[in-house]
């Protein structure tokens, strides 16, 4: 069993910043990959931004690269989503998630534990 706490959500004006933490308790796997979604009012979870525990490898969605980073602190099991210059239209309920890896792309691992999520709202 792993447990997910996402944090850093709020509410940013449009050309903001914040920073999410996902701290990750329980049975945690190194390996696998952490990902960052995001769910609107109305819409699908999408995948915005992934982080390989034991690869070192990053993936971002093309609406946020140059705006995002994801980051990794293994010592507190903890990653990170800087998201900067941010937008009316990435205000969503931001989640991360972990499960194991597979398939010819590493960041669309199946991804079995679930935060519960943290509000992001960016007003115009």
């Known amino acids: 069993q792993v447990q997910l706490v996402e944090s850093g959500g709020g509410l940013v004006q449009a050309g903001g910043s914040l920073r999410l933490s996902c701290a990750a308790s329980g049975r945690t796997r190194n390996t696998y990959p952490m990902g960052w979604f995001r769910q609107a009012p109305g819409k699908e979870r999408e995948l915005v931004a992934a982080i390989s525990w034991g690869g070192g490898s990053t993936y971002y969605a093309e609406y946020v690269k140059g705006r995002f980073t994801c980051s990794r602190d293994n010592a507190k099991n903890t990653v990170y989503l800087q998201m900067n210059s941010l937008k009316p239209e990435d205000t969503a309920v931001y989640y991360c998630?972990?499960?194991?890896?597979?398939?010819?792309?590493?960041?669309?691992?199946?991804?079995?534990?679930w935060g519960r999520g943290t509000q992001v709202t960016v007003s115009s």
């Open positions: 998630a972990t499960g194991p890896a597979g398939g010819s792309r590493w960041y669309l691992a199946s991804y079995d534990y």
